[in-house]
């Protein structure tokens, strides 16, 4: 059974860096596809990474492209979302989320995956 379990999170004035990790456990040798998302009090949730562990590509929302950078360790058991140039609007809780069974090229919608970690509080302050 596929556990994940994030942590990083905090708060931090706009400008300012966090990292998020995920341990990811009970991973079979094909990880699939992984990815990071993110929801805000009264808002929808929203894809922010996805990473295709079969051959590296990785997708990013247009609102964190160049200021987020996700990354999965050469163990495969742990999927980083560092956070630069952070932003009041990235203020959210982030969940990291995987399904070993399919690929993901781009933004897939949360349906696509069957595993979720419990989440991590990100606040950015102005």
């Known amino acids: 059974q596929v556990q994940l379990v994030e942590s990083g999170g905090g708060s931090v004035q706009a400008g300012g860096s966090l990292r998020l990790s995920c341990a990811a456990s009970g991973l079979p040798q094909r990880s699939g596809c992984m990815g990071w998302f993110r929801q805000a009090p009264g808002e929808e949730g929203e894809g922010v990474a996805t990473f295709n562990t079969g051959d590296g590509r990785i997708y990013y929302v247009d609102s964190v492209k160049g200021r987020f950078t996700i990354s999965q360790d050469g163990a495969k058991n742990t999927l980083s979302l560092q956070m630069d140039s952070l932003k009041p609007e990235d203020t959210a809780v982030y969940y990291c989320?995987?399904?070993?069974?399919?690929?993901?090229?781009?933004?897939?919608?949360?349906?696509?995956?069957?595993?979720w970690g419990q989440g991590t509080q990100v606040t950015v302050s102005s």
């Open positions: 989320a995987t399904n070993p069974s399919t690929v993901c090229y781009g933004l897939v919608p949360s349906s696509t995956f069957r595993s």
